[in-house]
């Protein structure tokens, strides 16, 4: 019986999976395609954006992302045909960018076994919370009820990610209608993208909901990012992307 390979939306969750029977071989998916420039014409310029805006936004080194990123990922090219594929990503528009670039990527494989494993059902207030702290036992839940993706699944996702990359908004909208057991909430995240697009105030729906908490008189972060998540937990944001964004809004820029 082959080992499946676990393809996880972050460091946190593969420190959750640690001691889980069936979790042997994983990589880790390190970015955050919901900001900054995708749009290329090959893999290769791919990579270089991305190494050049993750350098220029976060400090890290070109040497440092493509060990911990682009390496990563340049080992599914060397995968064994029939090897199993377990993609833990959450629903929000942040994890499912990410997802449908995967996608793109592992398209041409199709002798590979695809698997979705989607995040428990949130008892929270966010219903976008993903596997955040989910115990070990829920997590095997996950597992044990992941879906298998076909090709039509994964066709959807290349194409979700060509739209997304192009900005082939009508097109984007257009699949955005299309149903999947491999994508839930598949409209309202695509919407919640449209939603990000500047309207006549130069801003998109995330910067008018932090201008409005702002405006409120929270200006304490950790308060601040707290409520955002809570009103915009569907983007998926994670505290540096919001911290981007506000640093943007009191400098005056869009």
């Known amino acids: 019986?082959?080992?499946?390979?676990?393809?996880?939306?972050?460091?946190?969750?593969?420190?959750?999976?640690?001691?889980?029977?069936?979790?042997?071989?994983?990589?880790?998916?390190?970015?955050?395609?919901?900001?900054?420039?995708?749009?290329?014409?090959?893999?290769?310029?791919?990579?270089?954006?991305?190494?050049?805006?993750?350098?220029?936004?976060?400090?890290?080194?070109?040497?440092?992302?493509?060990?911990?990123?682009?390496?990563?990922?340049?080992?599914?090219?060397?995968?064994?045909?029939?090897?199993?594929?377990?993609?833990?990503?959450?629903?929000?528009?942040?994890?499912?960018?990410?997802?449908?670039?995967?996608?793109?990527?592992?398209a041409d494989r199709a002798k590979l076994k695809l698997f979705r494993v989607f995040p428990p059902p949130s008892m929270t207030e966010n219903r976008w919370t993903g596997f955040g702290q989910a115990s070990l036992d829920s997590l095997e839940d996950c597992y044990q009820q992941r879906i298998p993706l076909t090709t039509l699944d994964v066709k959807l996702g290349k194409a979700l990610w060509e739209a997304y990359g192009s900005q082939n908004w009508k097109e984007f909208k257009n699949l955005a209608c299309q149903t999947s057991p491999c994508f839930h909430s598949l409209e309202e995240v695509c919407q919640a993208q449209l939603d990000r697009l500047p309207g006549l105030d130069n801003l998109g729906k995330p910067e008018r909901i932090l201008h409005e908490i702002l405006t409120s008189g929270v200006t304490d972060f950790p308060q601040l990012f707290q409520e955002f998540s809570l009103q915009a937990g569907i983007y998926g944001f994670g505290d540096l992307q919001v911290k981007a964004m506000l640093d943007s809004l009191l400098a005056g820029k869009p």
Not at 17 to 36: C, D, K, M, S
Not at 85 to 97: A, G, M, S, T
């Open 1 to 106: 019986m082959k080992i499946p390979l676990h393809l996880l939306n972050g460091d946190q969750l593969a420190y959750q999976l640690h001691g889980a029977p069936y979790f042997q071989t994983h990589l880790v998916f390190r970015e955050a395609l919901i900001v900054g420039p995708v749009k290329s014409t090959s893999l290769d310029e791919f990579w270089k954006i991305r190494t050049e805006f993750i350098a220029y936004s976060y400090g890290v080194t070109g040497e440092e992302y493509t060990q911990k990123t682009v390496s990563e990922i340049e080992r599914l090219h060397t995968l064994p045909e029939g090897t199993e594929i377990c993609l833990w990503f959450e629903d929000d528009l942040f994890c499912q960018l990410n997802l449908w670039f995967l996608l793109s990527v592992l």
